[in-house]
């Protein structure tokens, strides 16, 4: 009873500081996922460590439910703050970063993995796929304002709707390490992994996202006044297409990660001016930050007792140095087209950060087949992420800043001349 109480009483602690820590340190360059970790680590060798059972592979279950359902929620934010139509022109970078950054990534990490780690097919690919996605949850910082504010530059656009989609796009090559693992069990794995976990699955996500944006959109702001949801002005609705749009997908074996994200861009189709957009991601912001402050206090707690990072050595450092210094920012570098301000492509290519969506996939996948050298990605995982959180933590706000007032500088020169 005693541990419950310490538990109910930390988390409303990690509440209070959810809405005081911005606030009180927003002139700041520091994050709110440094001071989770860092209140993570603090208790984790205390007795009001909430989390020791979570910090072993026993555990694995558990911890996909719970980054998992965060994830979503992010995605649902992050596609509800978008107000760019979706094109080809008008999405160009991100269909960039999409299609030649993160499969050259992927394919870059994975024979990293081999040569550094001495990983086999199966987990060098794994480790690579885990590691592609840029997080939805931990890139606030780097993404576009609340929907209608205008503060949609090309950086902050394009590092959104990646995060936005590549959470999904990086399951095909989760299920290809996974098929790798199980393939003297399946003599026609390709076939399947192509036609179905590739092809049907990216399918299902897309469709049934579309259809089910379209419709709840419909359903809020079309029919008659006296049904339409939007008169409740409950932003929870949002937390209802999310689930709702995921559960579905799954179960028709599509990608419910890209469903979600597709949803939300579908949703605000049916109005896109609407201020009700606003409450919703308004609701879905507040529920993903409490979800990630405390996923991340947990994550302090557990890396803080050793147990994720068991089997930490200097090639498990040279990997993640690999990963975050060589890897996405020269993939990134060179998917961007050479006319986007030096500026603006290096912004995009470096702060492609790592964090709960890695941690998910590797839960995942580890469920699902038996990949050698576990240990050895967990570890590399948790000090990526680690890594990932601290650095464009502290860089990231600088940064961007400075680009803000660069391109100020810029737009006034040339009004100007004009």
Same mark, same amino acid.
Request: aromatic fraction near 10%; glycine fraction near 8%.
């Given at each position: 009873?005693?541990?419950?109480?310490?538990?109910?009483?930390?988390?409303?602690?990690?509440?209070?500081?959810?809405?005081?820590?911005?606030?009180?340190?927003?002139?700041?360059?520091?994050?709110?996922p440094?001071?989770?970790?860092?209140?993570?680590?603090?208790?984790?060798?205390?007795?009001?460590n909430?989390?020791?059972? !979570? =910090? *072993?592979?026993?555990?694995?279950?558990?911890?996909?439910?719970? @980054? +998992?359902?965060? $994830?979503?929620? /992010? %995605?649902?934010?992050?596609?509800?703050?978008?107000?760019?139509?979706?094109?080809?022109?008008?999405?160009?970078?991100?269909?960039?970063?999409?299609?030649?950054?993160?499969?050259?990534?992927?394919?870059?990490?994975?024979?990293?993995?081999?040569?550094?780690?001495?990983?086999?097919?199966?987990?060098?690919?794994?480790?690579?796929?885990?590691?592609?996605?840029?997080?939805?949850? !931990? =890139? *606030?910082?780097?993404?576009?304002?609340?929907?209608?504010?205008? @503060? +949609?530059?090309? $950086?902050?656009? /394009? %590092?959104?709707?990646?995060?936005?989609?590549?959470?999904?796009?990086?399951?095909?090559?989760?299920?290809?390490?996974?098929?790798?693992?199980?393939?003297?069990?399946?003599?026609?794995?390709?076939?399947h992994?192509?036609?179905?976990?590739?092809?049907?699955?990216?399918?299902?996500?897309?469709v049934?996202?579309?259809?089910?944006?379209?419709?709840?959109?419909?359903?809020?702001?079309?029919l008659?006044?006296?049904?339409?949801?939007?008169?409740?002005?409950?932003?929870?609705?949002?937390?209802?297409?999310?689930?709702?749009?995921y559960?579905?997908?799954?179960?028709?074996?599509?990608?419910?990660?890209?469903?979600?994200?597709?949803?939300?861009?579908?949703?605000?189709?049916?109005?896109?001016?609407?201020?009700?957009?606003?409450?919703?991601?308004?609701?879905?912001?507040?529920?993903?930050?409490?979800?990630?402050?405390?996923?991340?206090?947990?994550?302090?707690?557990?890396?803080?007792?050793?147990?994720?990072?068991?089997?930490?050595?200097?090639?498990?450092?040279?990997?993640?140095?690999f990963?975050?210094?060589?890897?996405?920012?020269?993939?990134?570098?060179?998917?961007?087209?050479?006319?986007?301000?030096?500026?603006?492509?290096?912004?995009?290519?470096?702060?492609g950060?790592?964090?709960?969506?890695?941690?998910?996939?590797?839960?995942?996948?580890?469920?699902?087949?038996?990949?050698?050298?576990?240990?050895?990605?967990?570890?590399?995982?948790?000090?990526?992420?680690?890594?990932?959180?601290?650095?464009?933590?502290?860089?990231?706000?600088?940064?961007?800043?400075?680009l803000?007032?660069?391109?100020?500088?810029?737009?006034?020169?040339?009004?100007?001349?004009?």
């Amino acid at each position: 009873m005693e541990r419950y109480d310490i538990t109910l009483g930390l988390f409303g602690l990690v509440i209070l500081l959810t809405a005081w820590i911005p606030m009180a340190f927003r002139r700041l360059p520091l994050s709110l996922p440094i001071f989770c970790i860092a209140i993570g680590a603090l208790v984790g060798h205390t007795i009001l460590n909430p989390v020791a059972h !979570l =910090a *072993s592979f026993d555990s694995r279950l558990l911890i996909e439910r719970m @980054t +998992e359902f965060t $994830v979503i929620v /992010a %995605l649902m934010g992050a596609g509800l703050k978008i107000d760019r139509p979706v094109g080809l022109r008008s999405w160009a970078l991100t269909w960039r970063l999409l299609g030649i950054a993160m499969p050259l990534g992927i394919a870059v990490m994975a024979a990293g993995a081999s040569w550094i780690l001495g990983l086999g097919a199966a987990s060098a690919v794994l480790l690579a796929a885990c590691l592609a996605p840029t997080d939805p949850v !931990l =890139a *606030s910082d780097v993404q576009v304002g609340p929907p209608q504010t205008g @503060t +949609e530059d090309e $950086v902050r656009f /394009a %590092l959104t709707s990646e995060a936005g989609l590549n959470d999904g796009l990086s399951f095909p090559f989760v299920y290809l390490a996974i098929a790798i693992a199980l393939a003297s069990d399946q003599p026609d794995w390709f076939a399947h992994w192509l036609l179905f976990d590739v092809l049907w699955r990216l399918l299902a996500g897309v469709v049934m996202g579309w259809i089910i944006g379209k419709v709840l959109g419909f359903a809020t702001f079309r029919l008659p006044k006296g049904a339409a949801l939007v008169r409740t002005g409950d932003g929870f609705v949002a937390l209802g297409v999310t689930c709702l749009a995921y559960s579905l997908t799954e179960l028709v074996h599509g990608y419910g990660f890209v469903a979600v994200f597709v949803a939300a861009l579908s949703f605000r189709t049916v109005e896109r001016h609407h201020e009700f957009h606003k409450e919703l991601h308004d609701f879905s912001e507040q529920i993903e930050r409490l979800l990630m402050m405390v996923l991340l206090v947990c994550f302090g707690a557990a890396v803080s007792i050793g147990q994720f990072i068991a089997e930490l050595d200097w090639r498990v450092v040279a990997f993640a140095l690999f990963v975050l210094a060589i890897a996405r920012p020269v993939t990134g570098w060179m998917s961007l087209p050479s006319t986007l301000p030096k500026g603006e492509r290096a912004a995009i290519a470096i702060f492609g950060i790592r964090g709960l969506g890695s941690i998910y996939y590797l839960a995942f996948a580890t469920g699902m087949a038996r990949f050698e050298e576990a240990g050895v990605m967990w570890s590399a995982v948790a000090l990526i992420v680690l890594i990932s959180i601290v650095t464009h933590g502290l860089t990231v706000t600088p940064a961007m800043r400075w680009l803000d007032r660069r391109r100020r500088i810029v737009g006034k020169t040339m009004r100007v001349k004009s």
